[in-house]
Structures are given as structure tokens and as C-alpha cells.
């Protein structure tokens, strides 16, 4: 599964990171995200979506999003796909051993974590989206823990 159609006027494809029409920056937005991976979020956050926010930058061409939910939480939505490099595909595995091995050594360093899935060959992050200025500066070194 691909996370999404391209938008209106791209064609029928599916989405995919490699597709052309994404080389120059595109990601597809949020309307365009199929329903499986939207409700597995919705199922993940317990709360349904007031904004959503196309976020740029990082690593990937997949789609990325600052999610502020209902209830007043913010999220930030962030996944691989089987159209991903090898290198992306395994680093949700990566990060959720981090986020379930040091939850002590991250706490006031990193966003906290919300959740993840895996739907039909997608894979979604959801840590908490967060302002830089609620974090101290350096975290401690990792060897030392």
C-alpha cells in the first residue's frame, strides 16, 4: 500500500515518493492520505483532527504532518512506505527501540511518544509535535546511561 492518491490533476497513481511528479518538493496533502492509515491514527490518538499542517523538510518525500487534535494535543504524523529506501524503512524500527529502551534518558530531550502502526505496508510514527523551546539544550551522552 502507498500512503495516498496524488492530489487533483496529478493522475490516478498512487503516490509514491519516486513518482515524478514529487520530485520538486510536492508532498501529497492531507486530504489524499487513505482512510486506513487515517483511521489508524484516529484509533492511536483517541481524538479526531482540528488542523492539519503539510510539514517540509526531513529526510524522506513521504508525507508529513503537525496534527492539532480536538482535545488540545498536537501530534506530528511521519511514516515510510515500500516505495522508501532501504535506509527509511528501517529506521521507524530504530526509533521506536530508542523511544521504548530510554523513555528516561529522552524525557525533557525529545518529543514524547504517541504511537505507531503498521497498515498494509506503511509505517507511522506519531510522537508529540513540539515547540524547540520546551526542550534543555543537550541531552546527556548516551554512553553514560
Known amino acids: 500500500m502507498i500512503f495516498a492518491r ?7 497513481e498512487l503516490y509514491s515518493p519516486l513518482h515524478a511528479a514529487n520530485r520538486d518538493r510536492r508532498k501529497t496533502p492531507w486530504r489524499n492520505v487513505l482512510a486506513p492509515i487515517k483511521n489508524e491514527r484516529a484509533r492511536l490518538l483517541g481524538s479526531p483532527v482540528a488542523r492539519v499542517t503539510r510539514a517540509w523538510g526531513g529526510y524522506g518525500s513521504t508525507p508529513t504532518f503537525r496534527l492539532r487534535l480536538r482535545d488540545g494535543r498536537r501530534a506530528f504524523f511521519t511514516g515510510v512506505n515500500e516505495a522508501s529506501n532501504d535506509f527509511m ?3 521507524p524500527d530504530s526509533e521506536l527501540r530508542i523511544h521504548r529502551e530510554l523513555p528516561h534518558v529522552l524525557e525533557g530531550h525529545a518529543p514524547g511518544f504517541l504511537g505507531s502502526s503498521a ?5 507511522v510514527l506519531l510522537p508529540e509535535d513540539v ?5 534543555r539544550p543537550r541531552p546527556p551522552v548516551l554512553h553514560d546511561v
Request: hydrophobic share 20%; proline share 10%; charged share 25%.
Open 6 to 12: 496524488n492530489s487533483p490533476g496529478q493522475g490516478d
Open 89 to 91: 524503512r528501517a529506521a
Open 119 to 123: 497498515v498494509d505496508g506503511c509505517r
Open 131 to 135: 515547540s524547540p523551546k520546551q526542550f
